[in-house]
Nanobody
Framework: VQLVESGGGLMRPGESMRLSCAASGSISRFDIMAWYRQAPGRAREMVAFHTRDGRVKYADSVKGRFTIARDNAKDTLLLQMSSLKPEDTAVYFC????????WGQGTQVTVSS
């Protein structure tokens, strides 16, 4: 399954945006789908994951501000981000751990005043 991220852009602190991860095939077979991000000079980190049975988990840094959603009917993973901070600036990726697929190009999110 190929994953294509979209929705990034330049945002001001405090604003909101939504990222999408579109899959080329069915995502219903994946127990876990997750968002990751990688800031310049830093390692890639998990932002949030969503299991097939509806469990979600967030990194402490985004808890209460980001919401992950999974639409199996549309084969899409979403990330609603609010109260954006400059430290959210990164390239955002999606993937399907532990059945890792190829990493896409990601979508750049830049938060700056």
């Amino acid at each position: 399954v190929q994953l294509v991220e979209s929705g990034g852009g330049l945002m001001r602190p405090g604003e909101s945006m939504r990222l999408s991860c579109a899959a080329s095939g069915s995502i219903s077979r994946f127990d876990i789908m997750a968002w990751y991000r990688q800031a310049p000079g830093r390692a890639r980190e998990m932002v949030a994951f969503h299991t097939r049975d509806g469990r979600v988990k967030y990194a402490d840094s985004v808890k209460g501000r980001f919401t992950i959603a999974r639409d199996n009917a549309k084969d899409t993973l979403l990330l609603q981000m609010s109260s954006l901070k400059p430290e959210d600036t990164a390239v955002y990726f999606c993937n399907t751990p532990p059945n890792w697929g190829p990493w896409g190009q990601g979508t750049q999110v830049t938060v700056s005043s």
